[in-house]
T-cell receptor, first 116, second 114 residues
Framework: GAVVSQHPSRVICKSGTSVKIECRSLDFQATTMFWYRQFPKQSLMLMATSNEGSKATYEQGVEKDKFLINHASLTLSTLTVTSAHPEDSSFYIC????????????FGNGTRLTVT | DAKTTQPPSMDCAEGRAANLPCNHSTISGNEYVYWYRQIHSQGPQYIIHGLKNNETNEMASLIITEDRKSSTLILPHATLRDTAVYYCIVRVANSGAGSYQLTFGKGTKLSVIP
């Protein structure tokens, strides 16, 4: 079945630094990937849609200059949290699907970001 | 996408069938019903999806009512590893338009009890 790999699984960084999270589709090509964020005891919230070869589209309230998304190939999207602050500590999850269009989205195993 | 309603929590005895209900009374004709689950501190795992016919795979069965306003996910023999939050999501599938994002509600927290 379709596999989405996310790396790293866990990262701790100091306030003010930047962190890059990678999301790869291992056995299919994904023109679109999605980035979600999940705070403790809450559901997943969509942050942005990553489109291969074009700019990402961000959900309302998500700062595009803070959460930089690069989707440079059909199998890789990256999310960079710039100038991280403690309130950015969260569980970040990516997802992607192949075709046809009713194919299920498959999710990575998430990245636990802790900003100290 | 249509809104779904699920009970916040359910218990199920190990080895018994777990039946998780979902209401989606405003579902449109071109919307699929998807089920995912999330085990603590992991990404959501796809379980099953369907349009109007009942579906079965190695993980579960999906029963969709004839009017499509509700569905039930059935785990035939629940194990302790099935303890998770289960999400029922409806999503439009539009041919040629690429993949669409999923909107997660609060889901049902299923606890499988020894």
């Amino acid at each position: 079945g379709a596999v989405v790999s996310q790396h790293p699984s866990r990262v701790i960084c100091k306030s003010g630094t930047s962190v890059k999270i990678e999301c790869r589709s291992l056995d299919f090509q994904a023109t679109t990937m999605f980035w979600y964020r999940q705070f403790p005891k809450q559901s997943l919230m969509l942050m942005a849609t990553s489109n291969e070869g074009s700019k990402a589209t961000y959900e309302q309230g998500v700062e595009k200059d803070k959460f930089l998304i690069n989707h440079a190939s059909l199998t890789l999207s990256t999310l960079t949290v710039t100038s991280a602050h403690p309130e950015d500590s969260s569980f970040y999850i990516c997802s992607a699907s192949g075709s046809p269009d009713n194919s299920p989205l498959h999710f990575g195993n998430g990245t636990r970001l802790t900003v100290t | 996408d249509a809104k779904t309603t699920q009970p916040p929590s359910m218990d199920c005895a190990e080895g018994r069938a777990a039946n998780l209900p979902c209401n989606h009374s405003t579902i449109s004709g071109n919307e699929y019903v998807y089920w995912y689950r999330q085990i603590h501190s992991q990404g959501p795992q796809y379980i099953i999806h369907g349009l109007k016919n009942n579906e079965t795979n190695e993980m579960a069965s999906l029963i969709i009512t004839e009017d499509r306003k509700s569905s039930t996910l059935i785990l035939p023999h629940a194990t302790l590893r099935d303890t998770a939050v289960y999400y029922c999501i409806v999503r439009v599938a539009n041919s040629g338009a690429g993949s669409y994002q999923l909107t997660f509600g609060k889901g049902t927290k299923l606890s499988v009890i020894p």
